[in-house]
């Protein structure tokens, strides 16, 4: 992949990967080191990015996979700081906390209007562009964005 395209080509996905990235990482700062972390990882491997079929998908598993990498080193450091019995419990307690909200998130996800709900979940869970989920659903990019617009304001609301 020539240096244009690989510029060209991240910078359209820079916001998702940001997404992605802040959902796991929960920090505005991480996210945008871990955005700017998966840049140079791919531009140094530019040369076999000709091979890959789904260039988005690709890049989005590379985010999850360097995101979670992170948390791990993070969980390591502090491990070794304050003892690895402390981690483990504060693990357990955030992996309920973090189980009770997506339970809260799912269940709220649930309770929007149909049409809100389809377009969510195919947005947000199968990734899908305004465009695919256009020819997918048959509704244009307007009524999509203002979709997605209300059911995040009805989320935070009920969240």
């Known amino acids: 992949m020539t240096p244009e395209v690989l510029t060209e080509t991240f910078k359209s996905l820079s ?3 940001y997404r992605v990235a802040y959902y796991i990482l929960e ?11 998966l840049f140079v990882k ?6 076999q990015l000709d ?3 789904n260039f988005k998908a690709y890049c989005t598993t590379l985010m999850k996979n360097l995101c ?3 948390l791990r080193k993070e969980q390591r450091v502090q491990g070794i700081e304050v003892g690895t019995d402390i981690v483990e419990s504060r693990r357990v307690d955030e992996d309920y906390d973090a189980r009770e909200k997506l339970e809260r998130v799912l269940a709220a996800i649930e309770r929007l209007p149909e049409r809100q709900r389809d377009v969510m979940k195919m947005y947000v869970l199968e990734e899908m562009s305004y465009d695919e989920i256009a020819q997918k659903t048959g509704m244009t990019n307007l009524t999509l964005r203002v979709l997605l617009s209300n059911a995040r304001k009805t989320l935070r609301s009920q969240i």
């Open 15 to 17: 916001d998702g990967l």
């Open 42 to 47: 791919l531009w140094g491997n530019r040369d």
């Open 68 to 70: 979670i990498d992170r």
């Open 27 to 37: 920090s505005e700062n991480d996210a945008q080191d871990a955005v700017q972390d």
């Open 51 to 53: 091979t890959v079929l």
